[in-house]
């Protein structure tokens, strides 16, 4: 009884540093997209594909019975999707319209660069490796605080009677639950396909990040939980889509690190 409430209680935190991490994923990349003005480092089919997988998550945690927090965190997800997606052709229409005024005003045409504005790291802006370890450590010191803090939370509030409902398993569920982990592994070709192409320029990599953080403790959270064949079974959806998503996220920021690496060896040229 004590072992199993053990593995509750990790389950539980484990959970809530993976929502912890989900809820700050998108930032560091609409901040990248605010700042450069141009959405251009993101590929749309990633976005597109992962919006899908999020409704159809989203689909199959109400028609689940899951908790309202998870429903809630869901729509978040889906929220954050579109506003991406706005984004992307914000910055797109925004600079057509800024070509357009450049070839009336120069009466001849100009080509507009992949990403607006210049997007190149000086050699004036390339930020040494401690301070980047030192930030990514910051920020894996906060989702982790801020998710044993919403756990410890949701404890108290169970205390004063709340009790979730019990999940409902169904073919549809299931259903649901492999589409949206093969939308979100198949979300990951296009972009990396794009950053072949635009050397991960305009792209965040915390965005990445947080996801291999994020999918790794939701699939340590249900593997804490129990290691039963039937209960592995019922969740080897969102088990399979978190761990091979974090496959070809590491691969995403393995981009990053060799395209940093060629930049900074022409920058000492």
Do not use: H
Not at 70 to 92: E, G, H, P
Not at 121 to 146: D, K, M, N
Not at 199 to 206: F, K, Q, T, Y
């Amino acid at each position: 009884m004590l072992a199993l409430n053990v593995n509750d209680t990790l389950s539980n935190v484990l959970g809530w540093i993976s929502i912890a991490c989900w809820i700050v994923v998108y930032t560091p990349q609409l901040y990248e997209n605010y700042v450069l003005q141009s959405g251009e480092g993101v590929s749309v089919l990633f976005v597109v594909i992962w919006l899908l997988g999020d409704l159809l998550n989203l689909t199959g945690a109400i028609l689940a019975g899951l908790i309202p927090p998870i429903i809630i965190v869901a729509v978040y997800y889906t929220t954050c999707d579109s506003i991406l997606l706005s984004q992307i052709y914000y910055y797109r229409w925004k600079r057509g319209r800024l070509s357009q005024r450049r070839r009336q005003s120069a009466g001849q045409d100009e080509q507009a660069p992949l990403i607006a504005g210049d997007t190149r790291r000086g050699t004036s802006e390339v930020t040494p490796i401690r301070v980047v370890l030192l930030r990514y450590s910051c920020a894996v010191v906060f989702v982790v605080s801020v998710g044993i803090g919403a756990w410890w939370i949701s404890e108290r509030v169970n205390e004063k009677g709340f009790e979730p409902p019990e999940t409902r398993d169904s073919w549809l569920v299931q259903f649901l639950g492999w589409s949206s982990a093969v939308l979100f592994l198949g979300a990951r070709i296009p972009q990396i396909l794009k950053n072949f192409k635009t050397r991960c320029e305009g792209l965040s990599p915390a965005l990445f990040f947080f996801s291999i953080l994020g999918n790794t403790t939701y699939a340590l959270s249900i593997c804490a939980k129990s290691m039963d064949r039937a209960y592995l079974l019922t969740n080897a959806g969102w088990l399979a889509g978190s761990a091979l998503t974090v496959f070809l996220d590491i691969f995403v920021l393995c981009q990053f690190i060799y395209y940093r690496a060629k930049e900074d060896g022409r920058m000492e040229e």
